[in-house]
């Protein structure tokens, strides 16, 4: 018997499962695109603060030492007497500076920013006279805003905007009183911000060593001391008396940064007539003899403005550029530097110096006192040498 023909059924002949299939599989794969798009605003705020952390941190740092390294172009200053500065117009027959800047133009070809951050920490030394700055060098002001200009148009070229900044270097020839020069470049950091600091060396000519500070601590006067009925007494005054001697070496070196005084002594007795201070130049910018004593002349006028804001008990007026009053003005300057830092010093060391007289009362091993003494005076010229200045770089 032959069966009928049965019609046979197409196995996909229904459509719909496929293009189910095919909607999943895209949407999934949509999904995993999404998630590797928005994975950023998935992960915790907290995680992805500290992500963004991370990155400013390195940053500031690689910017901060980048900046030290790279080398500064087209650096000029101008280092001007004070009556042109002022904006005192020099008359016909005197000479023309202010057209000329070859004369006092200064141009440093081949010197990093880490050098010209240190030049700047020395030039620019200045004291505090009730909340107002007295810069120590006539020139050191225009020197200070050439120098942070330049900063700020490299910083502004590496920063690009993407973030604030502050650059800010310090410096102090006796850490904590004294003469000080500070930089700053930028505004005032929030107080989240990231902060790198670097110390760089200040070319500071301070050779003071140990041999300078330790004569009236030598064993001569050890013995004597140790063997005196005021034994504490002596002790303690031994020590003052290195102090003493320390703030005025100190001193010395700090004066000579500012107060060029033989090269003064020199241009002073140059001239058979007496240049008084404030007068105009004379001569033509060839005569190098008229410029340097007008620079001579405002050095010393602002050497003997220095003497007054450092409230010297002098009633004497000090108008001429003469050999004698240079001298003078010399003697004064490192004498108020000398009880400034001495002042200074005997406060922050005196419990230090105390418990060295306290230990060495209790002891009358040799060696132990010469130990003892040595290690005082050490403490002392530590205090008085210059340290590094100090640059932080602050970003946000």
């Known amino acids: 018997m032959k069966l009928k023909n049965i019609f046979s059924i197409p196995l996909l002949s229904d459509k719909g499962a496929i293009s189910s299939t095919i909607d999943v599989m895209f949407f999934l794969v949509m999904v995993s695109l999404s998630t590797v798009i928005l994975m950023p605003v998935m992960l915790s705020s907290g995680q992805n603060v500290a992500v963004q952390d991370i990155a400013a941190y390195r940053f500031d740092g690689q910017l901060l030492q980048s900046l030290l390294d790279s080398r500064v172009e087209n650096f000029e200053y101008m280092a001007v007497p004070s009556e042109l500065s002022s904006g005192v117009v020099p008359s016909e027959n005197s000479t023309s500076i202010c057209q000329s800047n070859d004369v ?64 800010e270097a310090n410096w102090q020839p006796v850490a904590g009183c004294g003469p000080s020069s500070q930089l700053a470049v930028g505004m005032v950091p929030p107080a989240r911000s990231f902060r790198q600091s670097v110390p760089i060396s200040v070319p500071y000519n301070n050779a003071l060593n140990l041999a300078d500070i330790s004569s009236p601590a030598d064993d001569l006067r050890l013995g004597l001391a140790l063997n005196s ?11 003052e008396e290195c102090i003493l001697l320390a703030a005025s070496n100190s001193a010395v070196s700090i004066v000579e940064l500012y107060y060029p005084e033989e090269s003064l002594k020199e241009i002073s007795i140059g001239q058979k007539d007496l240049t008084l201070m404030g007068d105009s130049l004379l001569g033509s910018p060839s005569s190098k003899v008229d410029i340097e004593r007008s620079i001579a002349v405002d050095m010393f ?14 009633t004497d007026n000090f108008t001429m550029l ?75």
């Open 229 to 239: 009925s005021q034994k504490e007494q002596e002790l303690r005054s031994m020590f």
């Open 104 to 167: 006092f133009a200064k141009q440093h070809a081949s010197r990093t920013f880490a050098d010209l951050i240190a030049e700047c920490m020395m030039f620019s030394l200045h004291i505090e006279d009730n909340g107002t700055y007295c810069y120590l060098h006539p020139f050191s002001e225009e020197y200070s805003k050439s120098t942070e200009r330049a900063l700020e148009e490299h910083l502004n070229r590496r920063m690009g905007g993407r973030y604030n900044y502050r650059l």
């Open 322 to 396: 003469t050999e004698d009053n240079v001298a003078l003005i010399g003697d004064q300057l490192r004498k108020e530097h000398a009880n400034d830092i001495y002042s200074h010093l005997s406060v922050e060391m005196s419990d230090e110096i105390n418990n060295t007289v306290r230990a060495m009362m209790q002891t009358n091993g040799s060696t132990t006192l010469l130990e003892l003494r040595d290690k005082q005076l050490c403490s002392i010229l530590t205090h008085v040498r210059s340290p590094a200045a100090e640059v932080t770089l602050t970003i946000w």
């Open 301 to 314: 006028d602002n050497a003997v403005n220095v003497t007054e804001n450092m409230c010297l008990n002098s």
